[in-house]
């Protein structure tokens, strides 16, 4: 045990890693559980990898990951309480950080280390989640077709010069389900729900993959379309001539939609301080780099350390300014968006 916790809290080399997994193998569980942290995640980019890996490589501490989908995850906390071994929750939707924080399964932490990380606005008021990254969810369209100047808002998209050229994602898809609880937090439920009814009236053609309206706008499907600025990232990446462009919405009103990818030490956590330590590892320089710098883990996301500049290909869509809604907002109105869609008609 001794042996254990030198290795465990110098900093290691692979040779030493590999010594402290077999130490680990060994030892009990309580014993084993000191240098590991549980990970349920519903980040399934398959970025994250690389990432944890040169956690373990400077803590000792091993990262082991559940994924799942979002609302399953959410159940399997609720349903595991107090036997979870859950140790952190990573969701890549907002809305989904505070419904876990709702339902209790989130604690508070309290670490100045996070704190300089990451800005206030992006940490959840009571500590109990933390962005990792920025993810603007707004409006792309082909360059040509459309004229920059025609665009200005979400609300806009109602407008009737829409008809037929829109693509949009279903309301089944949570980061549609967060921009709408947007609209609520901005307008109320009636405005919202007009604003929805305008979309749905340009019988919009919707496509479950962000990835996929992209395509269609740039094979002429659509002019316009609402998706998150990383998936044009990634094909602007693939092809630098990939035609389609972003436009920051709602820079002369409340601000573009930002959403962020985030985590949570859960209320269970066995491994508290060590899903401390990954939180504060990832929001740090040597955490947020792959998206600054296109290594493998980047997912053309926006940083949210400020000392971090984003990777160049996103850093070329332009600066825009988010909407500062609390990011607890998407949680709090996610029911009543599902329901507003249904209502206005919106598949
Ligand atoms: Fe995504």
């Not at 998209?157 to 549609?176: E, F, H, I, Q």
């Not at 044009?232 to 630098?240: N, S, T, W």
């Not at 990777?311 to 709090?332: K, N, Q, S, T, V």
């Amino acid at each position: 045990m001794k042996i254990h916790r030198l290795h465990t809290r110098s900093a290691l080399g692979t040779a030493a890693t590999a010594v402290v997994v077999i130490l680990t193998a060994a030892c009990g569980r309580s014993e084993a559980r000191s240098n590991i942290v549980n990970v349920y995640s519903t980040r399934h980019y398959g970025a994250m990898e690389p990432m944890y890996a040169a956690f373990t490589e400077e803590t000792g501490i091993r990262v082991r990951v559940s994924h799942g989908g979002m609302h399953a995850l959410l159940e399997r906390l609720k349903a595991e309480g107090e036997r979870t071994v859950a140790d952190a929750f990573f969701a890549v939707d907002a809305g989904g950080l505070w419904l876990a924080a709702n339902e209790g399964l989130l604690q508070r932490v309290e670490s100045e280390t996070i704190n300089a990380n990451i800005p206030a606005e992006l940490r959840d008021p009571e500590g109990r989640f933390f962005a990792l990254s920025q993810r603007i969810r707004s409006i792309a369209y082909m360059p040509g077709r459309v004229d920059p100047s025609e665009l200005s808002s979400y609300e806009a998209l109602a407008d009737r010069k829409w008809r037929g050229r829109l693509c949009m994602r279903p309301s089944t898809n949570v980061y549609t389900q967060s921009l709408v609880a947007s609209l609520i937090a901005a307008h109320g439920e009636e405005k919202a729900e007009q604003i929805v009814r305008g979309w749905v009236a340009n019988q919009p053609e919707y496509i479950d993959s962000d990835t996929r309206i992209l395509q269609t706008i740039a094979a002429g499907g659509c002019d316009v379309g609402v998706t998150n600025h990383y998936y044009l990232g990634r094909l602007i990446d693939q092809d630098p001539d990939f035609p389609v462009k972003m436009f920051w919405a709602n820079q002369d009103g409340r601000g573009v939609h930002r959403n962020v990818s985030g985590i949570g030490v859960t209320a269970a956590a066995a491994n508290r301080q060590n899903a401390i330590r990954l939180i504060e590892w990832l929001s740090d320089r040597a955490g947020q780099a792959p998206d600054a710098t296109g290594l493998p883990g980047s997912n053309f996301e926006f940083p949210v350390n400020s000392t971090v500049d984003a990777h160049p290909i996103i850093a070329g869509f332009g600066a825009w300014r988010a909407d500062p809604m609390p990011l607890g907002e998407y949680g709090r109105h996610q029911a009543d968006a599902i329901q507003l869609m249904e209502r206005a008609g919106y598949r």
